[in-house]
Nanobody, 124 residues
Framework: QVQLVESGGGLVQAGGSLRLSCAAS????????MGWFRQAPGKEREFVAA????????YYADSVKGRFTISRDNAKNTVYLQMDSLKPEDTAVYYC?????????????????WGQGTQVTVSS
């Protein structure tokens, strides 16, 4: 099994920055892709960003492109989400996810492991 633990959420003013971390443990060698999703109250969970463990290739949802950056530290089995120029509409619970698939899109069903989530609140 794989365990994912997020940290780094909090309250920030619009225009500010936060960095989320996701530490993976257990059978991490089964993971090919790591992603971040978010879910706002009353809304469905949506894709934010993803990165390949091996190549570092990353891709983003249009809503965060140019503001968020996903990165990974293979030695620490940790993935990060640097969030800049935050907007109130970024307010959500952010989830880290791991996929056993080599190629994934933005569907949550493609991910096999999930963290417990961390709250991000952006005030206007």
């Amino acid at each position: 099994q794989v365990q994912l633990v997020e940290s780094g959420g909090g309250l920030v003013q619009a225009g500010g920055s936060l960095r989320l971390s996701c530490a993976a443990s257990g059978r991490t060698f089964t993971i090919y892709t790591m992603g971040w999703f978010r879910q706002a109250p009353g809304k469905e969970r949506e894709f934010v960003a993803a990165i390949s463990w091996s190549t570092g290739r990353s891709y983003y949802a249009d809503s965060v492109k140019g503001r968020f950056t996903i990165s990974r530290d293979n030695a620490k089995n940790t993935v990060y989400l640097q969030m800049d120029s935050l907007k109130p509409e970024d307010t959500a619970v952010y989830y880290c996810a791991g996929s056993r698939r080599l190629r994934v899109g933005g569907r949550s069903t493609e991910y096999d492991y999930w963290g417990q989530g961390t709250q991000v609140t952006v005030s206007s």
